[in-house]
């Protein structure tokens, strides 16, 4: 799918769509997805201090640093976010979702409930969140297994984590029950299309209704909508 923006959307303000869930209930499938279809959603790469995982690549999932160099980053503001995760940190870098939101797209987010947290307080105005649960607590431990990438120590510390990421649904806008791919991913779809309409999104919407009024009123010749002023950029909506 495209972009699929039309002439007179000149100017738009993206949203920062956080989705959050416990280890194994298709998050990142779902993000992923979402991405690849839409060409106005950039995808938040995070910091980690945790190892990669088999067959995960530098600044694909994950940007993997030490703790000294994740601290650096702390200390120099760098991070929108940041938390402690199954002892290791996971933090959100500032620059690339400001050039994205700078540029009018929107961004997604992959994170735990303390970074959705964060980043709904700081912009709340902008921020989307939706939690993705599994249908039944043994279907994340098959989807664990099955990965079959962490040890069974690890896997019992992320389902031990999964439980306390649960327990914060309720802080999220949109809940999903990942019991079929397809059926949540039109979920996530339908929120993210009808997020984007929000007018408040759509900062063109005032200028573009003056114009079909002043041709309503007789005061312009018609409203010609492919002649719209071509499409500049945006706003940043993150507060330091
Ligand atoms: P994993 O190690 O399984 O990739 O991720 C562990 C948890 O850390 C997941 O819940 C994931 O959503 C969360 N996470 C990943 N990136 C970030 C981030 O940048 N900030 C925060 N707060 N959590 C993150």
Avoid: C
Wanted: aromatic share 8%; no cysteine.
């Amino acid at each position: 799918m495209t972009d699929d923006l039309k002439p007179w959307e000149t100017t738009r303000r993206g949203m920062l769509l956080l989705v959050s869930s416990p280890a194994g209930a298709g998050k990142t499938s779902l993000t992923r997805t979402l991405v690849a279809d839409h060409d106005s959603l950039i995808l938040s790469i995070s910091a980690t201090t945790r190892d990669p995982r088999p067959g995960e690549e530098e600044a694909r999932e994950y940007y993997f640093r030490t703790r000294d160099e994740f601290e650096a980053m702390i200390a120099a503001g760098e991070l929108l976010e940041y938390a402690t995760v199954n002892g290791n940190y996971y933090g959100t870098p500032r620059e690339p979702v400001e050039t994205a939101l700078e540029a009018g797209h929107d961004v997604i987010f992959d994170i735990d409930w303390q970074g959705a947290a964060q980043i709904a307080d700081k912009a709340p105005d902008d921020a989307v969140s939706v939690f993705i649960l599994p249908p039944a607590w043994g279907d994340l431990e098959r989807r664990l297994r099955a990965r079959a990438q962490d040890s069974e120590a690890i896997m019992e510390a992320r389902l031990r984590l999964g439980q306390e990421e649960v327990q914060h649904w309720h802080l999220y806008d949109y809940v999903i029950v990942n019991q079929n791919f397809d059926r949540a991913y039109a979920d996530l779809g339908h929120i993210y299309r009808a997020e984007r309409i929000k007018p408040q999104r759509n900062t063109w919407l005032p200028g573009f209704v003056e114009r079909l009024l002043a041709e309503a009123s007789g005061e312009t010749s018609p409203h010609d909508p492919q002649g719209a002023p071509p499409r500049t950029t945006m706003m940043l909506p993150v507060q330091k």
